[in-house]
């Protein structure tokens, strides 16, 4: 079982940067055991995958969209992903959710994670 509780969001102007975290409560097995993945809605719009990491953290992946503009990193001491956002664009307003699943690689889509966060709001101005 795993909660997920997102921070970091607001709102950033065009160019700028925020860092996103997501800290997990984890029972039964531990935290290194999941893969993590970052999404995010647009209002009107599906959830689309932004980024994800493998158990280990030496394999990431991301969506064309954020590619050389976010980071997704994770700390398995402090039971903690990250997602690091620069040059932040006014399409990148969305509510952002973090996701977890026991998985050996990194899964890309939604239906693959069992757990998420509530999200956190990410507003770009131009």
């Known amino acids: 079982q795993v909660q997920l509780v997102e921070s970091g969001g607001g709102l950033a102007q065009a160019g700028g940067s925020l860092r996103l975290s997501c800290a997990a409560s984890?029972?039964?097995?531990?935290?290194?055991?999941?893969?993590l993945g970052w999404f995010r809605q647009a209002p009107g719009k599906e959830r689309v995958f932004v980024a994800a990491i493998s158990w280990s953290g030496a394999s990431t992946f991301y969506a064309d969209a954020v590619k050389d503009r976010f980071n997704i990193s994770r700390d398995n001491d402090k039971n903690t992903v990250y997602l690091q956002m620069n040059t932040l664009k006014p399409e990148d307003t969305a509510v952002y959710y973090c996701?977890?699943?026991?998985?050996?690689?990194?899964?890309?889509?939604?239906?693959?994670?069992?757990?998420w966060g509530q999200g956190t709001q990410v507003t770009v101005s131009s």
């Open positions: 996701a977890a699943v026991t998985h050996i690689t990194m899964p890309a889509t939604k239906q693959e994670y069992r757990y």
């Open positions: 984890v029972s039964g097995r531990t935290f290194d055991r999941y893969a």
